[in-house]
């Protein structure tokens, strides 16, 4: 997917986060959004998702060519954030099942070979709400790289991940690379150091 910014701003109780965003996310292309806390990395992810509406300017985006509207953004995006809830009452089996019920999956895979590949192979008939946080985590990030989405928002991926965690999100994140439209909002350089291009929403902050 290609994403143009074309004049975007976002203000909150008459004060702007941030505003005049001219900016491209080229097709198959590896970004990161960077920034101080509260400089609106989140906030961007979530305009372009469709979470929330610019205040001005414009989000052109296309998909082969094609312009995406708004409301059919999700349809072709996976989205994940420490801050999205899951079904908690769910075990990790059932959550996969769902979810996959609405979202294509990225490969020929079923979902035991989800759970082995994600390594929580002890915890398949575990409910959700007995996960730790970082095994939530892991599970969020599954959902979304098993999705067959070609654009992927990323918003603090390593958030509740040990060293082991963090190295398994590498190792995953080394598949979708070069082939989806990959955007990471972070301030942490692991998070996002193999991206081809940095966008610092910082200097878009108007006081």
């Given at each position: 997917m290609k994403i143009l910014?074309?004049?975007?701003?976002k203000k909150f109780n008459r004060q702007w986060l941030f505003k005049d965003i001219n900016y491209t996310f080229d097709e198959h292309k590896s970004y990161a959004i960077i920034g101080n806390n509260g400089s609106g990395k989140s906030t961007l992810l979530q305009l372009i998702y469709g979470f929330q509406t610019t205040?001005?300017?414009n989000i052109v985006i296309t998909q082969n060519q094609q312009t995406i509207?708004?409301?059919?953004?999700h349809l072709y995006a996976a989205f994940v954030a420490p801050y999205l809830e899951l079904l908690e009452e769910f075990t990790l089996y059932e959550m996969l099942m769902f979810h996959f019920q609405f979202k294509e999956k990225s490969a020929s895979l079923s979902v035991d070979e989800m759970i082995e590949i994600s390594n929580l192979q002890s915890s398949k008939n575990k409910q959700i709400k007995l996960f730790s946080s970082g095994m939530k985590q892991r599970l969020k990030l599954a959902l979304t790289f098993f999705s067959n989405a070609p654009l992927l928002l990323?918003?603090?991926p390593c958030s509740n991940l040990d060293a082991q965690g963090i190295e398994w999100y590498h190792?995953?994140?080394k598949n979708v690379i070069g082939k989806?439209?990959?955007?990471?909002?972070s301030n942490q350089n692991y998070e996002y150091d193999f991206c081809d291009a940095a966008l610092n929403i910082a200097d878009f902050r108007h006081q």
């Open positions: 910014l074309e004049q975007v701003g205040s001005i300017g509207l708004p409301y059919q953004v990323l918003d603090e190792e995953m994140i989806r439209t990959v955007i990471i909002a």
